[in-house]
């Protein structure tokens, strides 16, 4: 039997991108964050996760905003509050560091959490940024890749984890506290073909930025194509962004592309993804205040989750 789909929740609040951030998020702050991921811990979301920029250069500003949480600070300050659900950076663009100093914030993180960190990791998208932090933008997608391999080893079992790269060469440096999981998962995001082909080639998951429902299914064959050809025998997790969800009739103006209606129905329309070969989806909901996302999420959890 085909198991459930998983579902996770980028969180509000902590990036605040006109394209989806609602009002309300501008006066919103920590307790809003603490309580929002309470709830997504109780109801059997399986991650809730946290954004990543440095800083937004002004001609980006008034889309993008400047509200980008850390999401290293985020997901630890979460981690105080909940119990069970896991934290994932959706996505951190590492190539802006060096794979030690990332290595050592992200496995502090998933020690002190008891071992419930997802590292999601993209290449990053404003020059700006890249420049102001004296990294290649031009070639980001490959200093990613590198970058990947160095977390790999700075992120195992090994005190003084070692590699020799291009861009990075470290041996004898040891760096404790160790993450608590063996092996931490790594979830490459980007729906590129490079994105794509690294995700295949190098990751345990892919997070797909927003595509529609119609381009998935070729994305996915295409990812499964390549990591067959490559030789990799561990399993893949494939991740899909769902279109914003009311559960439902709406009083108000919710957008077209919103799925609304009965928890029954909402189901059936996402178990569309499952048969796609998802096998975890992040969900959004509309809402005009924290009250009506806490109340959207536990009637999604106790409702409509069943029947995924």
Do not use: N
Request: glycine share 8%.
């Amino acid at each position: 039997m085909t198991a459930p789909l998983a579902y996770g929740i980028q969180l509000p609040v902590q990036s605040q991108s006109t394209i989806y951030a609602e009002p309300w998020e501008a006066a919103a702050g920590p307790e809003d964050l603490a309580e929002i991921a309470r709830v997504a811990d109780r109801s059997g979301f399986d991650y809730i996760a946290s954004c990543d920029h440095v800083a937004i250069p002004r001609r980006l500003a008034p889309a993008m905003s400047t509200v980008w949480y850390d999401p290293v600070a985020t997901l630890a300050f979460l981690a105080g509050v909940t119990e069970r659900v896991r934290l994932l950076s959706h996505v951190a663009i590492v190539g802006l560091r060096h794979p030690l100093l990332s290595a050592k914030q992200y496995a502090t993180l998933d020690r002190l959490s008891g071992g419930r960190l997802v590292l999601g990791v993209g290449a990053g998208h404003v020059r700006e940024e890249f420049e102001a932090l004296g990294v290649d933008f031009e070639h980001r997608g490959a200093v990613l890749d590198e970058t990947v391999d160095a977390l790999r080893a700075a992120l195992g079992p090994e005190e003084f984890p070692e590699h020799h790269g291009k861009l990075y060469d470290f041996e004898g440096l040891g760096q404790r506290p160790r993450p608590a999981q063996r092996h931490v998962p790594l979830w490459v995001g980007g729906s590129s073909p490079a994105a794509v082909r690294r995700a295949a080639l190098k990751g345990d998951g892919w997070l797909p930025q927003g595509d529609p429902r119609d381009r998935l299914p070729d994305q996915i064959a295409r990812l499964r194509r390549l990591r067959a050809e490559a030789g990799v025998p561990d399993p893949l997790t494939v991740g899909a962004i769902t279109e914003p969800l009311y559960l439902g009739t709406p009083t108000w103006e919710v957008g077209r592309r919103t799925l609304t209606g009965t928890a029954d129905e909402i189901a059936e329309s996402l178990r569309a993804y499952r048969a796609m070969g998802v096998d975890q989806i992040q969900v959004r909901f509309r809402c005009r205040d924290r009250a009506e996302l806490t109340d959207q999420m536990a009637a999604f959890a106790a409702e409509t989750a069943p029947h995924l």
